[in-house]
């Protein structure tokens, strides 16, 4: 184990449906991502919190909403997405995310479908 | 342009033998390179870190090399498992500036009996 717990691990949805992905670290890092993996693609990182601020959209649209209520957790919320958007959503964290030497935490993913 | 790419893209070998995977860089100014690996249905786990001055760093059955120069690094696994089959992605970090993440696609490794 990491130290980096995501849930849930598997989610299929409409694509009308409201769902949020959860993920919490208890390493005492202060940075958390939210990473998309694609077949046959890098990990594309989607949002960046540093103690609890946003440093960083990558122009992910809005059907995708990150919250992060403390430096522990960490959270995003679908909403009407579409089947493109189905793929390994990862969660990770850092001891620092703006300077060098960051390793990067990973949880398990949620592997989510959208039908 | 920051770019990691991986080569080859997926790999077959036998229980026992041993491989090389490949990852060439563009990412400037370097930090760092990590191999991570990954296991099917799980997160990325980091294997080695190598930084500038450090061209062979071992980790029981993985050896990793770095050629800053030419911008290469390698991972050599020896006497391969089965449980070593999995992704094996290249991950680059750039020495300055916020989100200096730079990830390859991976190797995907299968190992037979």
């Known amino acids: 184990e990491t130290g980096v717990t995501q849930t849930p691990r598997h989610l299929v949805m409409g694509m009308t449906n409201k769902k949020s992905l959860k993920c919490e670290q208890h390493l005492g890092h202060n940075a958390m991502y939210w990473y998309k993996q694609s077949a046959k693609k890098p990990l594309e990182l989607m949002f960046v919190y540093n103690f609890k601020e946003q440093t960083e959209n990558n122009s992910v649209p809005s059907r995708f909403s990150p919250e992060c209520p403390n430096s522990s957790h960490l959270f995003l919320h679908l909403h009407t997405l579409q089947p493109e958007d189905s793929a390994l959503y990862l969660c990770?964290?850092?001891?620092?995310?703006?300077?060098?030497?960051?390793?990067?935490?990973f949880g398990q993913g949620t592997r989510l479908t959208v039908v | 342009k920051n770019q990691v790419e991986q080569s080859p893209q997926s790999l077959i070998i036998l229980e026992g033998k041993n491989c090389t995977l490949q990852c060439n860089y563009t990412v400037s100014p370097f930090s760092n390179l990590r191999w991570y690996k990954q296991d099917t249905g799980r997160g990325p786990v980091s294997l080695t870190i190598m930084t500038f001055s450090e061209n062979t760093k071992s980790n029981r059955r993985y050896t990793a090399t770095l050629d800053a120069d030419t911008k290469q690094s390698s991972l050599h696994i020896t006497a391969s498992q089965l449980s070593d089959s999995a992704s094996y992605i290249c991950?680059?970090?750039?020495?300055?500036?916020?989100?200096?993440?730079?990830f390859g696609t991976g190797t995907r490794l299968t190992v037979i009996p």
């Open positions: 990770a964290s850092s001891q620092d995310g703006m300077s060098g030497n960051t390793e990067a935490f």
């Open positions: 991950v680059v970090e750039r020495k300055t500036g916020a989100n200096n993440l730079f």
